[in-house]
């Protein structure tokens, strides 16, 4: 079996009092890893899942994405594998549907198929009615923001998820359905791993399986 992310020295281009916001940080995921990346304020933990995706400068590590390393071309693929979802993610003008399906635009994704009905089934699953699917993205709350996020990228299939406080904005009942989505998706696909910071610890024991800890010492 063979890691499908490995990260080797990383370290940030950003500085803080002059030295790098994280340096030297190395870690794999394996597939079905659920990985819980967790650490103090400040130790640069949504800057790390930045960086593994390339929105952030890297002043020196590699990054390896099914044991090849990801050059500069190769980045718009790797990221349409590799999904990040921020805290609070930007919805484009339009519906809940014409979002979901918005991704489909990228040449990238022309070959995979939107799929209404899966997407209702989980909607339908937060206790969304029918309706929902047409309602205005602009109305949406943070947490509803969120859940739409998260179904926007598992329909794209992707291998890997980088999840940044993901539940923040979710009640309790909303956000243990987010956390069964997501290990319900790792658990039934082959290759499917995600690194999910958290500052909840009954968090990190339902979704963890593997814990790293980033400090500011690092």
Same mark, same amino acid.
């Given at each position: 079996?063979?890691?499908?992310?490995?990260?080797?020295?990383?370290?940030?281009?950003?500085?803080?009092?002059?030295?790098?916001?994280?340096?030297?940080?190395?870690?794999? !995921?394996?597939?079905?890893?659920? !990985?819980?990346?967790?650490?103090?304020?400040?130790?640069?933990?949504?800057?790390?899942?930045?960086?593994?995706?390339? !929105?952030?400068?890297?002043?020196?590590?590699?990054?390896? /994405?099914?044991?090849?390393?990801?050059?500069?071309?190769?980045?718009? =693929?790797?990221?349409?594998?590799?999904?990040?979802?921020?805290?609070?993610?930007?919805? +484009?003008?339009?519906?809940?549907?014409?979002?979901?399906?918005?991704?489909?635009?990228?040449?990238?994704?022309?070959?995979?198929? /939107?799929?209404?009905?899966?997407?209702? +089934?989980?909607?339908?699953?937060?206790?969304?009615?029918?309706? =929902?699917?047409?309602?205005?993205?602009?109305?949406?709350?943070?947490? +509803?923001?969120?859940?739409?996020?998260?179904?926007?990228?598992?329909?794209?299939?992707?291998?890997?998820?980088?999840?940044? +406080?993901?539940t923040a904005s979710l009640d309790q009942n909303k956000a243990h359905v987010f956390e069964?989505?997501?290990?319900?998706?790792?658990?039934?696909?082959?290759?499917?791993? /995600?690194?999910?910071?958290?500052?909840?610890?009954?968090?990190?024991?339902?979704?963890?399986?593997? /814990? =790293?800890?980033?400090?500011?010492?690092?």
């Open positions: 079996m063979i890691p499908v992310l490995q990260v080797n020295h990383l370290t940030s281009g950003i500085l803080k009092d002059g030295l790098p916001i994280f340096s030297s940080i190395s870690l794999d !995921l394996m597939p079905h890893d659920q !990985l819980v990346l967790t650490g103090d304020s400040g130790a640069g933990k949504s800057l790390l899942l930045r960086s593994i995706v390339f !929105l952030e400068p890297i002043a020196s590590g590699d990054i390896f /994405f099914l044991e090849k390393k990801v050059a500069a071309a190769e980045i718009p =693929f790797y990221r349409s594998r590799v999904i990040y979802l921020p805290q609070k993610p930007t919805l +484009e003008e339009g519906s809940v549907e014409s979002n979901l399906k918005s991704a489909f635009k990228n040449k990238i994704h022309q070959n995979k198929t /939107f799929d209404i009905n899966l997407n209702r +089934e989980r909607l339908e699953r937060f206790g969304f009615g029918p309706s =929902f699917i047409e309602k205005p993205a602009k109305l949406l709350s943070g947490g +509803e923001a969120q859940i739409v996020a998260l179904l926007r990228a598992l329909t794209l299939d992707p291998a890997i998820l980088l999840l940044d +406080e993901p069964e989505e997501v290990l319900s998706w790792v658990k039934n696909g082959t290759q499917r791993s /995600f690194i999910w910071v958290t500052h909840q610890k009954e968090q990190e024991n339902t979704v963890g399986n593997k /814990f =790293f800890r980033l400090g500011n010492s690092v």
